[in-house]
């Protein structure tokens, strides 16, 4: 499929029903969450946010149950996204130390967020069919994104999903492997791959706060240089 633009992609994606188990599941979720009862869930494919024209992508798994798939936005509204915005606020790439809902006025500096899969997926396991699907919207996010200069991949799906955009280029990535902190440089681009900022991974203390911070400052320095 062909976009004409990141607005019309957008606009076919939250349409989007190729993969049954996800539809269904995003719905589920509503439904489930007493936590959430009265609550009106978005329960669609979640489209990135920020500027396309941005310098850094930041690429997740996936929405949240209960926070990307539930707000409309990608790390909106659950302790990940708590995690992820106190960092990025404390390095000045966001305006705001939290991300609570669609409509609090969270603007990302030099950003572009998306997520690797659109929809939740159960348990957050994506098939690898589900992930072959959403490969074209995630495609092309990352052709629109001419200014690109590093890419943070928060886990090894969300890595692996670009080494797959890499590989279609025609480029080898058989030396390159997710490593939490590791950087390549590939052509002009940067790619990082971090653990994931959910909360077992923050509450096991396998991402500590002052590690992510350090990433984020030494990718800052990449992007902001000539």
Not at 152 to 165: E, M, P, T, V
Request: charged letters at 25%; hydrophobic letters at 35%.
């Amino acid at each position: 499929m062909k976009f004409e633009s990141i607005e019309e992609m957008n606009s076919l994606l939250i349409r989007c029903v190729r993969c049954p188990r996800l539809v269904k599941f995003r719905v589920e979720v509503a439904e489930r969450k007493s936590r959430f009862i009265g609550e009106e869930f978005w329960s669609k494919p979640v489209p990135g946010f920020g500027n396309i024209n941005s310098s850094l992508l930041i690429l997740g798994l996936a929405p949240a149950a209960t926070g990307g798939n539930r707000t409309g936005r990608d790390f909106t509204g659950d302790k990940s996204a708590s995690f992820l915005f106190s960092c990025l606020y404390e390095t000045g790439l966001s305006n705001r130390a939290d991300s609570i809902s669609i409509d609090d006025g969270l603007e990302i500096q030099n950003a572009y967020i998306t997520a690797a899969l659109k929809c939740v997926p159960p348990q957050d396991k994506p098939l690898k069919e589900e992930l072959h699907n959403c490969s074209e919207y995630l495609e092309y996010e990352i052709e629109s994104m001419k200014s690109l200069k590093v890419v943070l991949a928060l886990g090894r799906i969300a890595f692996d999903s670009f080494k797959g955009h890499l590989r279609r280029e025609g480029i080898d990535v058989s030396e390159i492997t997710f490593r939490h902190g590791r950087g390549y440089k590939v052509g002009s681009i940067w790619l990082y791959g971090s653990y994931h900022p959910s909360p077992r991974n923050v509450n096991t203390g396998r991402l500590k706060r002052q590690d992510f911070i350090a990433v984020l400052n030494e990718i800052k320095e990449k992007f902001s240089s000539p």
